[in-house]
Nanobody, 123 residues
């Protein structure tokens, strides 16, 4: 089991940028595949981006491809989501997730979740 804590959420204007961080408990992050999801008001949870535990593979949802970038720093046990060119539809609670085992991109089993951080995009 790994504990995940997201940070960096807040209010941003359309077209702006925001950087989310996910801190994972020590000694467990290095072999976990990591991902970001979000859930907007009245919407289902949506996959955004993922990265294999080796860092060699990534997967992005079409809705964020080219705007969002996932990265990880295994030495610091953190995963970040850089969000650029933000849109009103990006308003949501953003969740960090981790999963062991084979990496299948968005179809990877993610069994550990953070509490989420609110991101609000205003016009």
């Amino acid at each position: 089991q790994v504990q995940l804590v997201e940070s960096g959420g807040g209010l941003v204007q359309t077209g702006g940028s925001l950087r989310l961080s996910c801190a994972a408990s020590a000694r467990t992050n290095n072999r976990y595949n990591m991902a970001w999801f979000r859930q907007g008001p009245g919407k289902e949870r949506e996959f955004l981006a993922s990265m294999s535990w080796t860092g060699g593979s990534t997967d992005y949802a079409d809705s964020v491809k080219g705007r969002f970038t996932i990265s990880r720093d295994s030495a610091k046990n953190t995963v970040t989501l850089q969000m650029n060119s933000m849109k009103l539809d990006d308003t949501a609670v953003y969740y960090c997730a981790a999963g062991l085992g084979p990496y299948y991109g968005r179809r990877t089993v993610y069994s550990n979740w953070g509490q989420g951080t609110q991101v609000t995009v205003s016009s």
